[in-house]
């Protein structure tokens, strides 16, 4: 039976038969074959016969006529070796198995002499395979890149600390890595250290500062009363306050220049990607302590050996580690060779969720002049056990056929199928690999 479905996604073929089974007799109720009874029936004919002509053989004998008793005897002898055969005959075919059946053929996938392979309909429904007609299409071809998955330099920023000291965590501690952070929200706490010959500066400097502190407290008190009275100017004790709120405030710059925390922020919005801090811990001055990236802005950074003309590519995509594509936008490329080859930047307009900062990934730029051919996915095309490039095609409902094919690269997710195959033909383009290990 063949039912033939014929739908919007795509048409396939069912293919099935359908075997009545015999049903099988109950114990009781055998009988025997027609023959058996048959054979019974003669090989007691011939005992009769034997037994008859036994008896003529010994009424002749008594008559003296020994030419009839010997007749007799000879047609006697004969009938017993009858009954004897069809005996031996009759315990022979009873006895006899019945023929067994022949085994059907079986429905298991499996690689065929002339190199093609057989699956039946259920095999291709638990392997998913699907399969697509060939198209021609015009389209410009690829060159492939090898590039790194890079933070957006305008919205990543990295946390250094400018003195050095010991790390002090803050009221929720140290961030940690993963965490979302906010522009200006605080890190941690560095409390500088500081030699003792600057300590000893520094305590001097704050002794002097308060020596005049205090012989300026000491003439305003005096001064106080008289400006009251009237007898000194009111400015004089006016000029002599401002003099000791700027002492104490050069006592409080001096006292905290180097002696206070330095506080270390967030400078943009993001997660933090490193965080190479721990309680205590002594670092030195532009140690790289936080890195925070935004994960929603994201670029490519490609090394390009050969001149592909980037000034205005057709279009950039690259691979996902679950096989989504990914669309790019060109950012530049540079002037400067690094490691004999140019760097080229892209953009990810929208990053997919599971993307990371330092993941390769292969870039496909489409330039040059367009060529024409069947487009396929780049699933369709898998290597042969002879490391050529194959496609499968769908013959029959149950028969696919290797084909060596040679392919030009379109896109992440995409091939031209410049020589191998003919246009309309039926390509496997899901469950490719899977129908390539069947052996």
Same mark, same amino acid.
């Given at each position: 039976m063949i039912f033939s479905i014929n739908a919007s996604r795509g048409n396939d073929l069912l293919v099935d038969s359908f075997i009545p089974r015999a049903e099988a007799r109950p114990a009781e109720q055998k009988h025997e074959p027609g023959w058996l009874l048959s054979? $019974?029936?003669?090989?007691?004919?011939?005992?009769?016969?034997?037994?008859?002509?036994?008896?003529?053989?010994?009424?002749?004998?008594? $008559?003296?006529?020994?030419m009839a008793a010997s007749m007799s005897a000879v047609l006697a002898g004969a009938f017993v070796i009858l009954a004897s055969v069809m005996f031996g005959e009759g315990r022979t075919s009873a006895t006899q198995p019945n023929p067994p059946d022949v085994p059907a053929l079986s429905?298991?996938?499996?690689?065929? @002499?002339?190199?093609?392979v057989f699956a039946a309909k259920p095999t291709q429904r638990l392997l998913e395979v699907r399969t697509a007609a060939a198209e021609p299409q015009t389209i410009h071809p690829a060159v492939t890149l090898i590039g790194r998955v890079m933070a957006d330099p305008n919205r990543s920023s990295i946390v250094q600390s400018i003195y050095g000291g010991r790390v002090v965590p803050g009221d929720d501690g140290?961030?940690?890595?993963? @965490?979302?952070? $906010?522009?200006?929200d605080l890190l941690i706490r560095i409390e500088p250290h500081l030699p003792i010959a600057d300590r000893t500066t520094i305590l001097e400097k704050v002794g002097e500062i308060e020596q005049l502190m205090a012989i300026t407290d000491n003439k305003l008190r005096r001064l106080?009363?008289?400006?009251?009275?009237?007898?000194?100017?009111q400015g004089q004790v006016n000029?002599?306050?401002?003099e000791l709120e700027g002492l104490r405030a050069r006592r409080e710059t001096v006292r905290n220049s180097r002696t206070g925390f330095e506080e270390l922020r967030a400078s943009t919005d993001g997660i933090i990607t490193a965080a190479k801090v721990a309680p205590g811990q002594v670092i030195q001055p532009q140690d790289v302590l936080f890195q925070i990236a935004d994960p929603s802005s994201l670029w490519v950074e490609a090394l390009a050996y050969d001149e592909i003309g980037l000034k205005q590519p057709e279009a950039a995509t690259a691979m996902a580690p679950n096989g989504q594509q990914i669309a790019l936008s060109l950012v530049g490329t540079s002037r400067a060779l690094r490691q004999h080859?140019?760097?080229? @930047?892209?953009?990810?307009?929208?990053?997919?969720?599971?993307?990371n900062i330092g993941q390769p990934l292969n870039v496909m730029v489409q330039t040059g002049a367009p060529v024409s051919g069947l487009v396929v996915p780049r699933n369709a095309v898998v290597r042969s056990g002879n490391g050529e490039n194959i496609v499968w095609l769908h013959t029959e409902p149950e028969r696919f056929e290797p084909r060596p094919v040679r392919v030009v690269q379109v896109d992440a997710a995409r091939v031209i199928v410049a020589a191998g195959i003919s246009e309309g033909e039926d390509v496997v383009v899901r469950g490719t690999d899977l129908i390539n290990q069947i052996r």
């Open positions: 054979t $019974r029936a003669a090989i007691a004919a011939s005992v009769l016969a034997a037994l008859g002509f036994g008896g003529l053989f010994a009424y002749w004998k008594r $008559r003296g006529r020994f429905d298991a996938p499996r690689r065929l @002499q002339d190199g093609t140290i961030p940690r890595i993963g @965490q979302t952070v $906010r522009k200006g106080r009363p008289l400006a009251e009275r009237g007898a000194v100017p000029d002599l306050e401002s080859a140019s760097v080229v @930047q892209f953009a990810i307009p929208e990053p997919p969720a599971g993307l």
